[in-house]
């Protein structure tokens, strides 16, 4: 646990400052120190989670593509080739553009985040 500790700038000086320090398993620090590492975890969290979120995207669309494959014919000339009624898959494909949706919510909500971190 963090300590705080009152220390005179300097014996010299003409005003009496005081700067505060916060110790840390017995090293002093100061508060500006703490804040610029504080804010190094939050960026970096903040970068973290736009990756996830991208990852999860990511995903999403690997869904999105592997139907859209399923619904494409390996001829297009030939229109029997279609394995899937188009309309038997209409329920995955609402979920999945749902879930699109989402997620590219998600991922935009990240990069806010982290650009609010940052500046």
């Not at 300097?10 to 017995?26: F, L």
Request: charged share 25%; aromatic share 6%.
């Amino acid at each position: 646990m963090a300590k705080t500790v009152r220390t005179v700038a300097s014996p010299s000086a003409k005003s009496k400052s005081i700067k505060r320090k916060v110790v840390v398993n017995g090293e002093a620090t100061t508060s500006a120190e703490t804040k610029k590492s504080a804010r190094k975890k939050a960026a970096s969290a903040a970068a973290l989670l736009v990756e996830d979120e991208f990852n999860n995207l990511r995903w999403a669309h690997r869904a999105y593509d592997c139907v859209q494959n399923f619904l494409a014919p390996l001829n297009a000339r030939n229109v029997e080739e279609f394995w899937i009624e188009p309309s038997e898959l209409t329920a995955l494909m609402e979920v999945i553009n749902a879930e699109m949706g989402r997620r590219i919510q998600t991922v935009g909500e990240a990069i806010h985040a982290a650009r609010k971190v940052l500046h």
